[in-house]
């Protein structure tokens, strides 16, 4: 049930996001936003995620996670409602700014509480996490498709901003447990866990995977768009690539636990990598969308893999920070990806920004696998069964 309410929160935290996502060729086109200033409005979010993940996710580690997930969900909702009634640039960006802040500090206080409150469990247990946040970011399109034409830009981000203020009574009163305490130096970040390979080849496969999330985001609605494709499809057209994530999520986190998942992350991030380099050359709106689905069952498949990789090395006490580290590195490599992605879009077409991506993915992949050594055969621990019968300890 613990899993289920806080993934009921990150959902409403990614619907937010994927809303801002949808709306980025109506900033373009009825506020007169550039592109490339497009790509600087998703990466401000990415890069204050950072500054968060670095240094406000350990103190979850100490104690304090209920209260990193009460003031980041106050936070997001005063970023959503600042983009609501943002229409010039400054604005929009502060409001990505503070949903930005108030993601960072949430995520790693709930990935925390949930490894910790039933570490046997970890694979299913985050990717029903994951399974959360895509189905999240997925319901954002079709809110802004049902809300948008009739009411305007500001109207899907006042309704998601309103559904967050009801996960405060949840977050109130579940039961978290604290017993697992870091103890070490107050001023301590987490930057000594980069001592152990296993936690650095997470960072790797975590920076593969918001290099493409972050070329995909900043580009997918004005590609479509550029490619006469309507509002109706492109936004649409994000709903039912994420639906594969969201059904495969928990079977792909107990897949990385079963196989190990620094086998399994790398192998879908080259996948993935290949995907990437297809869209630069899809000629349709409905070519890019059937490769999007198809690469979207891979993806719910494997993606799990970075968030078990990191559970499965981080010390019990230290979940927040390793998390947020990881967390920290993925968010900076899309914010970073966002940005240049408009840019490269600008300069050369789709081809060159998606064959780019793809490029750098299959070397941070490669580099994972071979720095992951010995956590390659490793995996997180299974629940043993319990014996219906007594066993037998002697002859008839």
């Keep these: 049930m613990r899993v289920l309410q806080f993934g009921l929160m ?12 949808t709306v ?8 007169g936003i550039a592109a490339s200033w497009l790509g600087l409005i998703v990466g401000i979010g990415f890069l204050s995620s950072f500054v968060a993940q670095v240094f406000l996710a350990p103190l979850a ?16 909702v005063a970023g959503l409602l600042t983009m609501a009634v943002g229409q010039v640039l400054i604005v929009l960006l502060l409001g990505r700014l503070v949903s930005g802040i108030g993601i960072g500090m949430t995520m790693p206080a709930v990935r925390r509480i949930v490894v910790n409150a ?6 299913n247990n985050m990717g029903t996490l994951l399974a ?13 498709a049902l ?7 500001p109207a899907p981000f006042i309704v998601i901003a309103a559904l967050s203020v009801l996960c405060f009574p949840v977050a109130l009163r579940v039961r978290i447990d604290e017993s697992a305490i870091d103890t070490g130096p107050r001023t301590r970040l987490a930057f000594d866990l980069l001592a152990h390979r296993g936690i650095v080849a997470g960072v790797l496969m975590g920076s593969a995977l918001y290099l493409m999330i972050g070329t995909f985001d900043a580009l997918w609605a004005i590609v479509l768009d550029d490619l006469d494709a309507s509002e109706f499809v492109a936004n649409v057209g994000i709903t039912i690539f994420a639906l594969p994530l969201v059904f495969l999520g928990p079977f792909g986190g107990r897949l990385a636990q079963r196989v190990g998942p620094f086998r399994l992350g790398p192998l879908g991030l080259v996948v993935g990598a290949v995907f990437m380099f297809l869209y630069g050359f899809m000629p349709t709106a409905y070519a890019m969308l059937a490769v999007g689905i198809v690469h979207a069952l891979f993806d719910g498949v494997t993606v799990s893999s970075t968030g078990v990789a990191v559970a499965m090395t981080a010390p019990r006490e230290r979940q927040a920070g390793a998390q947020g580290l990881v967390g920290a590195a993925e968010t900076l490599t899309g914010g970073v990806t966002a940005v240049l992605a408009g840019v490269l879009y ?25 720095l992951a050594g010995e956590h390659r055969a490793r995996r997180p621990k299974l629940p043993i069964p319990e014996p219906t019968e007594p066993a037998v300890t002697g002859h008839a």
């Design 10 to 21: 990150t959902a409403l935290l990614t619907s937010g996001y994927g809303v801002m996502f």
């Design 24 to 31: 980025l060729d109506d900033f373009r086109d009825e506020y």
């Design 61 to 76: 580690d100490r104690g304090h996670a209920r209260r990193l997930v009460l003031l980041g969900l106050a936070l997001n």
């Design 118 to 123: 039933d570490p046997e469990h970890v694979g």
């Design 132 to 144: 959360a946040d895509v189905a999240g970011f997925a319901a954002g399109p079709v809110v802004s």
């Design 147 to 153: 809300l948008v034409p009739t009411f305007g830009i």
């Design 346 to 370: 600008d300069a050369g077409g789709r081809t060159l920004a998606y064959t780019t991506c793809a490029v750098i993915m299959v070397g941070l992949a490669g580099a994972a696998f071979l």
